[in-house]
């Protein structure tokens, strides 16, 4: 009689942790990547060196500026001595000026976009490695981004795929044989048409 209780009270005991298990592989949570991009020490530091890159840009924009201003001050002083061919040909020098500028700059910002974003993927894909790793440790079953649409981790243990697939291959089994019904039906009945 002891060992029938000491087996049911050990059975149930484990049902309860299994169960445990179970609700615990099988929780949903959620985290908030870009939070964690901003608040993690290592995107706190990057966003500081972007800072930076982006305050020598706005200089390297300036300087350039001034340096147009400063082209057209000269061209309007000069404006009243020099002859119509040399105050167009000023003109042209500050629009060529110009659009070499919006060039460069534009070719510098379009540099600074890339490596921020190169940068900040690679310390996307780190993170969530980590994440990953926070999950399997964690036992968690299902995880989401709040900013991205899809899902960041699951746990095999919830992971259903084999038991659908096997659904998706019986119901395309089905549709193969109707088909195969079908297609014996309509070519008795060009055979019957031809006849």
Known sequence: ?????????????????????????????????????????????????????????????????????????????????????????????????????????????????TRVQRQQFVLREKQMKVVNSVCKSQDWGLMIDKNVPGVLFVNNAIDKTEEVLKAVNVDYEKELKSSKTVNTDSSTVKKIKAA
């Open 1 to 113: 009689m002891k060992k029938i209780l000491i087996s049911a009270l050990l059975l149930a005991v484990s049902s309860v942790q299994a169960v445990d298990i179970v609700k615990k592989s099988d929780s949903l949570v959620s985290i908030d990547s870009i939070l964690l991009m901003q608040d993690s020490t290592e995107g706190k530091l990057l966003s500081e060196k972007f800072q930076k890159e982006v305050e020598d840009f706005r200089t390297q924009v300036k300087t350039e500026q001034d340096k147009l201003v400063d082209l057209q001050k000269t061209i309007e002083k000069q404006a009243k001595v020099l002859s119509k061919e040399a105050k167009l040909e000023k003109i042209e020098e500050l629009e060529k000026m110009k659009k070499t500028a919006e060039r460069n700059l534009a070719d510098m910002e379009e540099g600074l976009k």
